[in-house]
């Protein structure tokens, strides 16, 4: 990480009023993919990390049975709070989180993983920090949209800011999935340095193939299980 989270976040907090407007292009491109892929269940939570004013967690908060999303800015959360009651979203709550302490509820049970444009300001160490807490919740899914290097960055136009960001190549980040236990499943390439890759628990998808192999039927035996910042 190339600055302190209290650097981080006074300079998210003083982007919050105008941040939704200032977005690029391929960053909403991103924020509809990830919305996209999460695709949770009504009776599924969703931890939203590095969630800034909303943009991944209100659309979800539609669909879902329960959205949390964690941001190290208040000056972030105070708008995605404002957005949530106008738009009357109950199944919504914010609060101070970030990937390596996401600040989970004792009383939820995370089903689906997403964030975007947040994990890039993370060392490639810390990415793989924060992609082992994750899987430690144990989500069957996991949607990362972020900025993310599928080939070599132009360095007179780097799609970043490299004083602050550090964003991974594709590779260091599928490493990091695998390694946790999780396999990829969909990569999405919006830019050459913006992407969106869908990583589902490897246990999860063994037993959801039984299932459907058995006409719906569980699996006997236990399901295999392995075992998030603005930063």
């Known amino acids: 990480m190339k600055q302190s989270l209290e650097d981080h976040a006074a300079r998210f907090d003083e982007k919050a009023g105008d941040y939704d407007e200032s977005k690029s292009e391929e960053y909403r491109a991103c924020a509809s993919l990830v919305v996209d892929h999460a695709a949770p269940d009504p009776d ?8 800034g004013t909303g ?21 972030m959360l105070e708008q995605a709070r404002e957005k949530a ?14 990937f390596r302490e996401p600040a989970v509820p004792d009383d939820a049970d995370v089903d689906v993983v997403t964030s975007n444009f947040a994990m890039h300001h993370l060392s490639d160490a810390e990415k793989r920090e924060a992609i082992d807490v ?6 069957d899914r996991i949607v990362l949209g972020d900025v993310m290097l599928f080939g070599e960055a132009d360095p007179e136009e780097p ?8 964003p991974a190549t594709v590779g260091v980040l599928a490493d990091a999935f695998t390694d946790a236990g999780y396999a990829l499943t ?17 246990g999860a998808r063994a037993a959801d193939s039984a299932a459907d192999a058995s006409g719906g039927s569980e699996p006997d035996g236990d399901d295999e299980s392995s075992g998030a910042d603005e930063p």
């Open 85 to 98: 009651a106008e738009r009357g979203l109950e199944p919504v709550e914010f609060g101070e989180g970030r």
């Open 186 to 202: 969909a990569v999405e390439l919006v830019h050459d340095q913006v992407g969106v890759l869908v990583a589902e628990r490897s």
């Open 44 to 51: 599924d939570t969703v931890l939203d990390l590095g969630t």
């Open 134 to 139: 994750i899987a430690d919740l144990e989500p």
């Open 55 to 75: 943009a991944i967690a209100l659309p979800l908060a539609e669909d879902a049975a329960r959205v949390i999303g964690r941001d190290i800015s208040e000056g």
């Open 159 to 166: 799609f970043y800011s490299p004083e602050v960001d550090d």
